[in-house]
């Protein structure tokens, strides 16, 4: 079964922190992974895309790691601020026969304190 | 540049009822796909259009629906509504055409239409 989870489910942490958000798939065929970053009341923003040859991303403080082995990926936060405080979401993508499908996983909220 | 402009924000029907949902893109994006959020399922993708046709369906029943304009505007409609279809849809737009392999296209949300069925 597809599937894609995420953990933790949410995290507080203190402004300045780094953090490091984990994504676990299943998904198969696999094109790319993808995380968001969705504010309380908006719509997600990108981050980053990776496909499967690519093992880091990185935008701003923002750094994402695949391992298409293990089938896991990582956002990792650099000095937290405020305004990280939101949903981050791990997307997979995967298609077949022309078909493409979008596993979404729950999301990790994220708190950070002052 | 405007972003995605998704109309109403806020909409309460009730069950039985259907509701038709807008989604403008960004200018000169020709690509427009719906999601359903909801607080238990998270996001779910639910179609997806470029160029006037459906390239690209989730697994929801046929109540929902959807089509593109000529100018690239959408709606979604959702017929027979349940209280389970209570959830924030969201619309993203990119500009090129759909993808099934490698990157895939970056895509820009909306802030969504909250739904709430009664």
């Known amino acids: 079964k597809n599937q894609v989870e995420q953990s933790p489910q949410s995290l507080i942490i203190l402004e300045g922190k780094n953090c490091t958000l984990q994504?676990?798939?299943?998904?198969?065929?696999?094109?790319?992974l993808r995380w968001y970053k969705q504010d309380t009341g908006r719509g997600p923003v990108s981050l980053t895309i990776m496909t499967f040859s690519e093992n880091t991303k990185s935008n701003g403080r923002y750094t994402a790691t695949l391992d298409a082995d293990t089938k896991q990926s990582s956002l990792h936060i650099t000095a937290s601020q405020l305004s990280d405080s939101a949903s981050y979401i791990c997307?997979?993508?995967?298609?077949?026969?022309?078909?493409?499908?979008?596993?979404f996983g729950t999301g990790t909220r994220l708190k950070v304190l002052a | 540049k405007a972003g995605v402009t998704q109309t109403p924000r806020y909409l309460i029907k009730t069950r039985g009822q259907q509701v038709t949902l807008s989604c403008s893109p960004i200018s000169g994006h020709r690509s427009v796909s719906w999601y359903q959020q909801t607080p238990g399922q998270g996001l779910q993708f639910l179609f997806e259009?470029?160029?006037?046709?459906?390239?690209n369906k989730g697994n929801f029943p046929g109540r929902f629906s959807g089509r593109q304009f000529s100018n690239s505007r959408s709606e979604m409609n959702v017929s027979t509504l349940e209280l389970g279809d209570s959830a924030l849809y969201l619309c993203?737009?990119?500009?090129?055409?759909?993808?099934?392999?490698?990157?895939?296209?970056?895509?820009?949300f909306g802030a969504g239409t909250r739904l709430s069925v009664l």
């Open positions: 993203a737009s990119s500009f090129e055409q759909p993808k099934t392999s490698g990157r895939g296209n970056i895509q820009y």
């Open positions: 994504c676990n798939y299943t998904v198969s065929p696999f094109s790319n």
């Open positions: 259009y470029f160029s006037e046709t459906q390239r």
């Open positions: 997307v997979v993508s995967g298609a077949t026969s022309g078909t493409y499908k979008y596993i």
